[in-house]
Every structure is written in C-alpha cells, then in structure tokens.
C-alpha cells in the first residue's frame, strides 16, 4: 500500500494566492544592499521586485527578476534557497522564518509567462552570430541575453526538446504543469534565437565547424557522463543511472507514469539521489531506501531536502558504501559494507548489509564528455575558463555545469550564462569598432 | 511603456516623482543621491535670511502600527541650517550638473516685501527652475512670523505671492497649509496674487507621542516637547480631500497642483494625480526607505498607465474630479449590499461583531460543517463597508451594488428634505 497519495506529476510546494503573496511581500522589510540579494548568484534585486508585489506592479516586480535571472520561474522552484537568499533573510533574526522569496518569485513570475507579454525587447541588430550549444539553464541565459544585446543566436541541443536539465533532469514535482517547455517558448520568444534540437556535438555539428560559421561559441554541455561504482553486478538489469530514471519520467506523460517495482534502493547523497528517491516513492514504490557512504552532515543535498525525503517516506540510510549486487539476470540484492569516517577518511568497517533491491538507481555524480571538445583545455573535469568565461581556444566560451564556477544549480547556470553574454558581446564590439 | 514626463508651472521633469523640502533635499550630496536614483526633481529645502537657523538635537517622533511599520512622522526640525551663500552655491553647481531634473527652491521670510525680493533674487541667480514659497511650516518659524503664521492669514498669502511674483521671472508654486479651516481660502489667495502652482499638503501640527516615563512629548529635548510637523501615510486622505477641494472649485480649478502627503507608492501619487495634481513630491517614504523607492515608483505608475491604455499622464490628471461631489449630490436611491465569500472567509467573525456591535446587526451566524457560517441579511444591511474594511481577508466582503428600481434622486430634492427643490433641477 502506497501510503504517499500525491502524484509525481503534482506540484511539491503550491502556487501563492494574491492573499498569501500580499501578505508575504509586507513581511520585507527592503533592506539596503540585502543579504539575500548578496546571497543569490545571479543578484536579483529581491527588496525591489517584493516592493513591486506589495504595491500591485506585478509586472515591474517580474522584469526586475528576469533582469537579472530570465530563469526566473524555473529559479523560483528549484533553487535551494535555504541556503541561498532564505538564509540570509534578516527576518529569520527575531522570527526563524524568512520572508518566502522563492515562493513570491514564483508568484511574480507565472504572472509574465502566463499573460504572454515580454519583458524586454532587443537592441538593434549588431550583425553578428553567436553559436549556443546546449539548451539548458546556462545556453537558454546566454542565449536570451545575447539576443536581448542584438546578436543573432544558433541554439543547439542534442536532445528533442530545449530546457537541459529543467526539462529532463529536475524533480517533476518541481517543475509541474510541463513548465520547463512553457518556459523555453518565453524565453525564445524574445526573439534573433533559432534553435536546432538533435544537433550533437560531434555529430551533426562539430566546434570547429560552429568556429567558422559563427562570430562566437558558448558550450554549455553540461555534465554528460554518468560516474559508474565499478562493482560486481553492476550489468544487471534492473540497474539504472538514476538521471536516465528522471529523465523516463519526466517525459512520460501524467496520465501514463513509468512504474516502479516494489523495493528501490538509490545510491548517493546529493539532490539527483533525494529526487531520484522522491519519486521513485510518489510513483508507488513500497519501500525506497537511499543509502549514503558518508554521514547525513556530509550529503550534498540540503537540510530541507533531507527532510522532504524523509516525510515522503524514504529510509536514509548512511555509512554503508555499496559493495556488490545479486541477481539472476535481473537485480535481487545489494549488498553495502558499513563504514566510518575517522579524521575525514572514509573507511570500511569489514561489516555488511544486504537490502533486497527490485530497482536500483546510481546516483554518484555526473562527469564531462570530453570527445567533441577538440582539445580545449580541462582541468579536474571541468572545462577551464578565465574570469571573461573564454575558454583555452579564443572566441570559445563555456558556462554551466561544465565549467567549475560554483556549485551545480540551476542558478548558477544562468549566471554563469548571463556573464558569458556580456563577455561574448564586449568583444564583438570591440572587434566590430577594430574593424570599422 | 507609458510617458511620465511632467510639466508643472512650466517646470518640466522626466517623471512626476520630486522630493519635497525637507531633510532629503538639504544638499547637494543627498540631491545628487537622488537624481542618480531616478528622482524627477527635487525641491531644495528651505533657504532663509542669514544668519541661518538653529536645529535642536531630537527631531523626529514616529507613529508606528503595531509591526513597526511607520504611519507618520513628526519633525520639529526648521528650515536649512546652512549659510545661505552655500546653499546657493550647491543650487547653481547641481543644476548645471543635471539639467534635465526639476530644480525647485523653497524659501521663507518674514512679512515683508524687501526680504522676499532679496532672497528671491539670490535665488534667481543660480539657474534653478522655480521657487516654492513655504507658507506652512507650522513649528519654530510660525513663532517667528513665517511658515504657517503668513499661510494661515489668506490675505498675507496673496501679498507674499505678488510680492515673489512681481520680483522674479521664475514660476512660483505656492506650498499651502493644512491647519486652517477651509483649504480655499488660501488656496484662492494665491491664485489671486499670482501663483502658477499650488504645492500641498505641508506638515499638519501634531504631538505624536508622550513619552510616559519623561512625562513629555515626543522627540522630547532635554525633557520638553513641543508639537511638530505630522506627515507620511497618515496624513494622505487630509491631502487628497484639500487636493480635490481646489480642483473642483471653479476659481482654483485647472491650477497646476504638486500633491504632496504620505505618497509612498506609485499608487498613491496616481490617486492624486486622479484628483488634479500634475505632479507629486515625496518625503516620508524616502525617509523610511531610502531613495531607491522610486524605482517600484516610476515603474509601477507606467505599467499602471499602460494598463489603462493611456501613454502619458495627460489622460490621468484630474480623471477623477468629477466624480468628487457635495454630499448633497450623492444617489439615495443607489444600494449596496455586503456579500461574503465563504470560499475565502477564514472565521475569525469580525465582521460579526462589529455589525451587532457598532452598526446595523445583519450578519447572521449559522453552524457549517466544523466553523462558523456568516451570512449578511440584505434586508438589515445598509451597505456601510464596515465589515468590509474590518476583514482581514482581502476581498472576501464585497460591497455589491443592487439592480437600479428608481430613478437618481439626490437629498436636495428628496422628499423628507424640508428644503428640498421642487423646480427640476437645471443641468
């Protein structure tokens, strides 16, 4: 009996009514130069758009976020803001709560993309073209802001659909409603973006090739690959990478979601593996257990996810570090030596555990593919970039996940994103002026 | 997006939205502060005759609501206390610097006619786009014969204005009082002196606390208090009816006005604007927020105007003035009707019991299913909002006009008015 009645498909955490968003606005207090505006990497101007919510500008609050944040909506969802603007909320002071700022983001935001209209319009034309390859968060920000300069984008992404990871990868419980499509078309709709799905980096279109017919490159390819825990029984079927498992339900349609056996263990400790659990759980697993090499202080995922897992009813299980999977043909077991930290080292401790597994998702980390790079220059899995987001080969840039700017969160892409725009587009002028 | 270029008397600014004399404007630091972040003008605090005044140390009180939000403030600060010979100085280098602002300068003097020229001609001298004359205000100078001493006297009011206007080329907004009895009479005065604007409200008089330790007033200096200046939020339904008042008055109306008190948001200075301002100025809320306030401020009021389908502020001004009647003139025959939206009401049974309590006992409760029902009996309610203010919950009360069964018939000629007309009344 699945005692978790909500859909994977339904919203986690519920749009605000005018009511709940009014009275959230005033609970700001718009402090000067704000923590939490500090505390947000793309530094949404957060006292100014919640002053627009409280004085009924519901549009001057929304093009102040996608000012500086044109994933806004996505941002508003997603982004773990206990530890980003909500934590630094002053109100959190004399009251333990912040002011909901993810929440009123999302408030402000759905008002735009739902009306249809547009924030910005472009400056005129520049005559140059800039190459985007990858059309997720970091590609959708560049692109948009290049297009917002002038410049005439190629959007290209290996996949059928734009959105990267809002579309294929975030919990669906985050990204309700298909709002990862709803808000690729506001973001395009800006105009001067022609996008190209199914165009693979060396495949159907190469970086020397994009070097030659553009003025520009960005690569925000993301993290392709999938880490491997190179143990016995790891071929078994019935073993999956736990983003290739998101990935199959996030474009399964609600009405036929994929289904789950009965036990699921999840490998790892970071939000892929809690989404992953979450899930897993909310299609109608039995038990799902999510085991962790290392302590819950340890766990990339924060505090709140953690929680949400549990209260969804998830078993955490942590110090077990998986040794090796059984089954005939089809996994039936798993099998973790216990493990103990001592002065920051992880060790066995030469004891076991066996958990019976109908389904087990790898979620361990993500790496770059390096194939089509062409020889650009990475260091520790990351493809290196200097402070203008310019890559080793010149007129190359990179952004997102791919790239070591901070940690991997949506907002980081955009960020990461919108800053290599301006990079690309001071040295396109530039070059245009030197040329002229 | 919608123009919100402003003209007043003749001074034009890119946005309606000035800052009033008072600490803001007290020098070029804070000025300058104010047009980086998008104010539309300023006008400068007010200059006097030298030797420059003395500002006592504690010069604000607050009325706060009961989260420390700030309804009022009260000021017993006085007019510049600089030397006049810097201030002038700052006036001529600042408007060099930022031409396209409004650069308005306030000043005040005794009542008579050679110390206003003289000021005024200093004035002139510095390139600034107009004079305010500050006839209001009502702590410290009033004592001296000026401010609010001079305004509250309709006949001083035009002498100063001919007096100003006879010696300068300049536009002269004259700044009103609001402790008089009736905002005409000197709203009227200065027409007939020549003013080109009138700028209200100033400060209303007010003791906004008593410390009840110190046994003394609020901001208390050295265990004595006296009253002050009352401006912010509270005071903005005093401003907008006196606003409304010379609007509609057929001597004043069509008067350039500067609406000042308690704007704090884009919405209040449109409310204003609706009433006839053509501009607003601001004090309080920049005091309680800093500058960056008009920011949501001239955004706000373009997307509104958008809204509304209108590219300037031209279709704004005054949209609402003729609908702003004598009591006399109101429909007795118009109902209205409180309606409850039980989907949104949250019973806490407030609009109960005011109702059985202070007015007209017709919101009924009835058992639901684990709360409370409250139903508003239509024959009972008089339709007087109350409820509908008292509700914490936005919209849940709704006043809803009833169908129309007679005709308009307005207390001048109504039955039970012993004076009532009986001709038809002429249009």
Partial sequence: MNDSPLSVYQDLVPPMTDLQASAEANRCLFCYDAACTRACPTSIDIPGFIRGIATGNLTGAATTIFAENILGGTCGRVCPTETLCEQACVRTTAEDRPVAIGRLQRYATDAMITSGRQPFERAPATGKTVAVVGAGPAGLSCAHRLALLGHQVSLYDAKPKAGGLNEYGLAAYKMADDFA?????????????????????????????????????????????????????????????????????????????????????????????????????????????????????????????????????????????????????????????????????????????????DLVLKAVGQTLLTGALAGIAVQGGKIVVDDAAQTSIPGVYAGGDCIASGEDLTVQAVEDGKRAAHAIDATLRLSALTAA | MADLRCTIAGIRSPNPFWLASAPPTDKALNVVRAYQAGWGGVVWKTLGEDPPVVNVSSRYGAHMDTERRILGINNIE????????????????????????????????????????????????????????????????????????????????????????????MPVIVKLTPNITNILWSAEAAKRGGADAVALINTVNSIVSVDLDAMAPTPTVDGKGTHG????????????????????????????????????????????????????????????????????????????????????????????????????????????????????????????????????????????????????????????????????????ITMQPEPATQPPLTWTRHPQNPFRQTAPETV
């Fill in chain 1, 181 to 357: 499509a709803r808000e690729v078309a506001f973001v395009l709709g800006i105009g001067g973006i022609t996008l190209y799905p199914e165009h693979r980096l060396g495949h159907e279109i190469t970086l020397d090739g994009l070097r030659q017919t553009h003025d520009a490159v960005f690569l925000a390819i993301g993290l392709g690959g999938n880490n491997r825990l190179s143990i016995p029984g790891e071929d078994l079927s019935g073993v999956e990478d736990a983003t290739a498992f998101i990935e199959r339900l996030r474009q399964s349609p609600p009405s036929a979601p994929p289904a789950v056996p009965e036990t699921v263990v999840v490998i790892g400790g970071g939000n892929t593996a809690i989404d992953a659990a979450i899930q897993a759980k909310r299609l109608g697993a039995a038990e799902v257990t999510l085991v962790y090499r290392r302590g819950r202080e340890q766990m990339k995922a924060t505090g709140w996810e953690q929680e949400l897992a549990l209260t969804s009813g998830v078993i955490l299980r942590t110090f077990a570090e998986p040794r090796r999977m059984d089954g005939d043909g089809h996994v039936q077991t798993i099998t973790f030596e216990r493990t103990t930290l001592s002065d920051g080292r992880l060790t066995g401790t030469g004891s076991t555990l066996t958990l019976p597994a």
């Fill in chain 2, 78 to 169: 006085l007019i510049s206390d600089r030397p006049l010979e810097v201030n002038l100085q700052e006036i001529a280098q600042v408007k060099k610097d930022w031409p396209e602002r409004a650069l308005v300068v306030s000043l005040m003097a005794r009542m008579e006619e050679s110390a206003w020229v003289e000021l005024v001609r200093k004035i002139e001298a510095t390139g600034a786009d107009g004079l305010e004359l500050n006839l209001g205000c009502p702590h410290g100078m009033c004592e001296r014969g000026m401010g609010s001493a001079i305004g509250q006297v309709p006949e001083m009011v035009e002498n100063v204005t001919r007096w100003v206007k006879n010696a300068t080329r």
């Fill in chain 2, 229 to 396: 200046g009352y401006c912010g939020p509270a005071v903005k339904p005093i401003a907008l009816n006196m606003v409304a008042e010379i609007s509609r008055n057929p001597f004043t109306a069509g008067i350039p006005i500067s609406g000042i008190g308690g704007i704090s948001t884009w919405r209040d200075a449109a409310e204003f604007i609706a009433l006839g301002a053509h501009g607003v100025q601001v004090c309080t809320a920049a005091m309680t927020y800093g500058f960056r306030i008009v920011e949501d401020m001239i955004s706000g009021l373009s997307n509104f105007l958008d809204s509304k389908g209108m590219d300037s502020l031209e279709p704004l001004i005054g949209a609402a003035v003729k609908n702003v009647v004598n009591w006399n003139d109101l429909n007795m025959n118009f109902s209205t009707k409180a309606v409850i939206d039980q989907d949104a009401c949250i019973d806490c049974g407030r609009c109960h019991i005011v109702c059985e309590d202070t007015s007209h006992q017709a919101i009924r409760i009835s058992a639901g299913e684990g709360r409370r029902v409250f139903t508003v009996e239509p024959d009972d309610c008089v339709g007087c909002n109350l409820c509908s203010h008292v509700c914490p919950v936005p919209s849940c």
